[in-house]
């Protein structure tokens, strides 16, 4: 039973475009949202969070949004570069509990010159 | 720069025999976790430790893997026997604990078992 969950396994966007990457959740509990970017042969790298209390959060030309109702969230990437090629993973947490982290499957982003 | 440090970055083995996977986690970090990427699965949790303490290895299977921080600077995850199943990416990550849940990866371990 998945409890975070992306649907879509790829997506490819121009350069210069909008990239919207989205992600579900079931578990009412987590209340910490997280993404995490990984290119080929290295480990996850964090991008931005946000917490329950927040429905926007914004770093640069990264903007994630919260929808607690629905439980959806979406990362917006803008301007779109291709060196923003990657894997993209969205992750939840309790914060106040046990502090891990549940992981989706990844979003395979391609930004085309 | 403090980062997480894995052990080896690849390991081929053959099926039966025992693997050792190490992580040092960065300084000052009291969480470690340990993550298994697979196609099939995305990034899985395998175990959490707190101060050392084992916290969470719910996602690990009990009969074949073991996981240990037999002090702060170093963390194992052992597979003994290893099944072709098994291969995958291993990650290693700490976490400050403190200030919202976040956790920094080390570069993985890729084990292929033949």
């Known amino acids: 039973d998945q409890q975070v969950k992306q649907n879509s396994p790829s997506l490819s966007v121009q350069e210069g475009r909008i990239s919207i990457l989205n992600c579900d959740y079931t578990?009412?509990?987590?209340?910490?949202f997280l993404w995490y970017k990984k290119y080929p042969a290295e480990g996850p790298t964090f991008l931005i969070s946000i917490s329950s209390i927040k429905d926007k959060n914004e770093d640069g030309r990264f903007t994630v949004f919260l929808n607690k109702s629905a439980k959806h969230l979406s990362l917006h990437i803008v301007p779109s570069q291709p060196g923003d090629s990657a894997v993209y993973f969205c992750a939840a947490s309790v914060q106040g509990g046990s502090e891990k982290l549940v992981f989706g499957k990844g979003t395979k982003l391609t930004v085309n010159p | 720069d403090a980062r997480v440090t894995q052990t080896p970055r690849h390991k081929v083995t053959e099926m039966g025999q025992e693997v050792t996977m190490r992580c040092q986690p960065i300084l000052g970090h009291n969480t470690v976790f340990w993550y298994r990427q697979t196609m099939m699965q995305g990034l899985e949790l395998l175990a959490y430790f707190r101060n050392r303490a084992p916290l969470d290895d719910s996602g690990m299977p009990k009969d074949r893997f073991s996981a240990e921080m037999p002090d702060a600077t170093l963390a194992t995850l052992k597979i003994q026997p290893s099944e072709p199943r098994d291969s995958a990416v291993y990650f290693c990550a700490s976490g400050p604990g403190q200030g919202g849940p976040k956790a920094f990866f080390g570069q993985g371990t890729r084990l292929t078992v033949v």
């Open positions: 578990n009412s509990m987590f209340d910490y």
